[in-house]
């Protein structure tokens, strides 16, 4: 663990903040090479990017500090809801914050919905599996205590009491690498525009729900009925993805 990378001066740059935004450029940038394979150029992709980076920090900020208000924010100053360098962007909530901002330039720029959802899909896996990275830097969503031969331990976090816990944060980044890798599959083969995002909702919810097992960084009032908060959102986004799985190929087929 350790979460600085460097000092500029009195600018302190961690680890955290490097890896979440090479995440964000890796992504933006496969993106824009797959773009033309679904007849949108590469530069719609690029143009969209910043919207997504905004609308992806706030939502996963948004989210993070609604989640562990009690724990972390409630008793400190409002500025600390602004730190995000210190760490603390749960996906979830930035996967929501990105999705109402597409949403919002889909419309603006004219863009084909479902194509482009295609195109980014599988980008939004591996600029997950490479800000996964940044988390384990950092020491935070580390898992439940264990002592298997891959235990890690984080010496300055707490609340770990440095026990040996399970590396969560390299189960989701090699988890995720392999659903990029099965998504750009996927993309050079699609029979019809959605699946592929249809895909990724599918498969994250199922990964996600499995790492959540071994995740040890919850209170216990955030446990209900025996599942996390991510438990739930997956829920609900794996339904969806069924949904348009179901949806999707009879819209292809009217239109045909």
Not at 73 to 93: D, K, R
Not at 150 to 159: D, G, K, R, T
């Amino acid at each position: 663990m350790h979460p600085v990378a460097f000092q500029l001066g009195r600018l302190t740059v961690t680890w955290y903040g490097i890896l979440v935004a090479v995440g964000f450029l890796a992504g933006l940038w496969t993106a824009s090479r797959r773009a033309p394979r679904a007849g949108i150029a590469p530069e719609t992709v690029l143009d969209l990017g910043p919207w997504l980076i905004v609308g992806a920090i706030l939502g996963a900020r948004a989210f993070y500090v609604i989640s562990y208000w009690e724990e972390s924010f409630a008793n400190e100053p409002w500025t600390e809801i602004f730190m995000i360098h210190h760490g603390g962007l749960v996906f979830y909530g930035g996967f929501i914050g990105a999705g109402l901002t597409y949403m919002v330039f889909v419309r603006w720029r004219r863009c084909p919905f479902w194509s482009l959802a295609d195109v980014i899909a599988p980008s939004i896996a591996l600029g997950h599996a490479i800000g996964r990275l940044g988390c384990l830097m950092n020491g935070c969503c580390y898992g439940k205590a264990c002592d298997l031969p891959w235990a890690i331990h984080f010496p300055l976090v707490p609340e770990t009491g440095g026990a040996g816990v399970h590396p969560t944060q390299l189960y989701e980044a090699a988890l995720n690498l392999g659903l990029y890798a099965a998504l750009a599959w996927l993309f050079r083969r699609r029979p019809f525009d959605g699946v592929v995002f249809a895909g990724y909702l599918v498969a994250y919810a199922v990964l996600r729900s499995f790492v959540e097992l071994f995740r040890g960084d919850y209170a216990s009032t955030q446990i209900v009925g025996g599942l996390t908060p991510a438990h739930w959102i997956s829920v609900a986004l794996f339904a969806a993805g069924l949904l348009l799985f179901w949806k999707l190929p009879r819209r292809a087929s009217r239109q045909a």
